[in-house]
């Protein structure tokens, strides 16, 4: 497995330019799997229903599955936030994971950038930053760069920086 992660600040577009490559990046034949990080606390679960009995009931783990899904649900416990080495370890194997989100990580990233979201770059202070997604003229800049609506040069781009999951470390 290989990963490459899409930072930036909220409001840059990295989900709608994942839901762009996504299919691009699948129709060249390669199995792609995402990571989201969720800054504040967040439910998949709906009251009402017996997962959600389960997990406010003290479960640990909630196991749901259908004929056409499965889902697991951990709770932490005041366990502390698992490192993306961690998470990457419990994905079923596939060629590429696009992480969104985990910013200060410690695994190859591009950073969407869109000045009109008035925030400073994040490339001159990131080291794992590995190339620029923009629809910015950036000028005398090492990374590589590529115009944020080439999305067949943004899925060379992925393909081409991300890294093997095993190369990781932990980010603390």
Request: with cysteine; glycine share 8%.
């Amino acid at each position: 497995m290989r990963i490459i992660g899409l930072a930036g600040w909220s409001g840059s577009g990295k989900t709608t330019l994942l839901a762009k490559v996504l299919p691009r990046l699948i129709g060249r034949g390669v199995r792609v799997s995402t990571v989201k990080h969720a800054h504040h606390s967040f439910d998949l679960d709906k009251p009402g229903k017996d997962s959600h009995t389960h997990r406010l009931a003290g479960a640990s783990e909630v196991l749901i599955s259908s004929a056409n899904r499965w889902a697991l649900m951990h709770e932490l416990r005041g366990d502390p936030e698992p490192q993306l080495p961690e998470l990457l370890a419990k994905l079923s194997p596939v060629d590429l994971v696009l992480v969104e989100g985990f910013k200060r990580g410690h695994h190859p990233k591009v950073e969407i950038y869109r000045e009109e979201v008035g925030k400073p770059p994040l490339h001159p202070d990131d080291p794992y930053i590995v190339a620029v997604i923009t629809d910015a003229p950036l000028s005398a800049l090492s990374l590589p760069v590529v115009a944020l609506d080439d999305y067949e040069g943004i899925c060379d781009l992925l393909l081409a920086q991300a890294a093997p999951v095993a190369s990781l470390q932990e980010s603390g």
